[in-house]
C-alpha cells in the first residue's frame, strides 16, 4: 500500500516532467520556425515579380505615409535588383526587401541596415540618409557559389 502511493507520486512527476519538456520544445520550435525577428508581411517567393512594391524594383515616391520614399529590393543567387540606386540626401526611406530563392544576407556598409532577407517573407526598415555618399550593400548570409558576387550600392546625393 505504501509503495503504491510512492509509485503513484513518481509516476506523476514523470509525466509532468515529459509534459514541460515537449511544451518547451513545442513552443521554442514554433518561434524558432515561424518568423524572423525583421520580418512581418509574408509573400510568396513564387510570384514575388507579379507583387507589389516588387513589380517595381527600386526607390519609389509614395505620399502620405510616414516616410517619403520606398526602395524595394530583390534579392536571387547571386544579385540584387536594383543593382545601384540613387537615394536623395536627408529623404526619409523605408528599405523594403525580398528574395526569390534562398536566405540571402542585406547588409548597407555604415549604416544599421542589416536583414536577413527569407523566402517567403517580406523585411522591412525604415531609416533617413543624411549623409552624401556611396553606401554598398552585401550579402552576409552564404547562399552558393556566388555568395561574395552579390552586391549592389546606394549612392546618397544632394
Ligand atoms: Cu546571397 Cu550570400
Known amino acids: 500500500m505504501h509503495m503504491h502511493k510512492l509509485e503513484k507520486i513518481w509516476l506523476i512527476f514523470g509525466i509532468s516532467a515529459l509534459v ?13 520556425g515561424n518568423k524572423p525577428p525583421s520580418c512581418l508581411t509574408t509573400i510568396d ?5 507579379q507583387q507589389k512594391p516588387f513589380d517595381k524594383p527600386g526607390l519609389n ?23 545601384k540606386v540613387e537615394v536623395p540626401l536627408g529623404a526619409k526611406v523605408k528599405v523594403i526587401a525580398t528574395t526569390k530563392d534562398v536566405i540571402h544576407g542585406f547588409n548597407v556598409a555604415g549604416t544599421n541596415i ?3 532577407l527569407e523566402p517567403g517573407y517580406v ?3 525604415t531609416t533617413t540618409f543624411d549623409k552624401a555618399g556611396e553606401y554598398l550593400i552585401v550579402c552576409n548570409e552564404y ?12 549612392e546618397v546625393v544632394k
Open 20 to 32: 514541460v519538456f515537449l511544451t518547451v520544445i513545442g513552443v521554442s520550435a514554433f518561434y524558432l
Open 123 to 125: 523585411s522591412e526598415y
Open 61 to 83: 515616391k509614395v505620399e502620405g505615409k510616414a516616410w517619403d520614399y520606398e526602395l524595394v529590393f530583390v534579392a536571387s543567387a547571386f544579385s540584387y535588383n536594383p543593382g
Open 143 to 154: 547562399c552558393g557559389a556566388g555568395h561574395h558576387l552579390m552586391s549592389s550600392m546606394i
Open 114 to 116: 542589416n536583414m536577413m
Open 45 to 49: 517567393p513564387e510570384k514575388v515579380d
